[in-house]
């Protein structure tokens, strides 16, 4: 009798389901965008949030509805400092790191910006891929 609860401990542990984030840091680590994936048990359909952080002043988590779990690709676009546009297919978002904002375009934007980089799914792991060119080092000046 007493391997009955440790079995049934170790069934409902197998039974939770899956968490997945991908971060774009902006500026350091104080601003940053995340899209976050949950799934309530394994099998289940995923739930998909981006989190918009300017730390210390805010941080909010938005649901991002109707988009494909299993090939979930958001698209990063910085439309200006601390504005960007995301898509995912035919939805089109926008968030802004000002005040922790977020919303959904009915339309998609006519210029969404400088690509930065793209969520996306990869053997069923999230990550995130960055698009920016690395910044060259100066030149060393030759000493006289």
Known sequence: MKILPILLS?????ACGDNQNA???????????????QQAYIGGDWETE??????????????MKGLAADKLKVD???AE????????????????TRNCGFDTYKEP????GVLVGSFQVRDGVLEYKSQEKPV????????K
Do not use: M
């Open 136 to 143: 060259a080092a100066p030149a060393a000046s030759p000493s």
């Open 10 to 14: 170790l069934l409902l542990l197998a």
């Open 109 to 112: 934007p006519p210029e969404p």
């Open 50 to 63: 981006l989190i918009v952080a300017r730390f210390p002043e805010c941080q909010r988590r938005y649901a």
């Open 23 to 37: 971060a774009y840091l902006i500026s350091g680590s104080a601003h940053s965008l995340t899209v976050a994936r």
């Open 76 to 78: 990063l676009y910085r």
């Open 81 to 96: 400092p601390g504005v960007f546009i995301l898509n995912a297919g035919k939805r089109w978002f926008v968030a802004e």
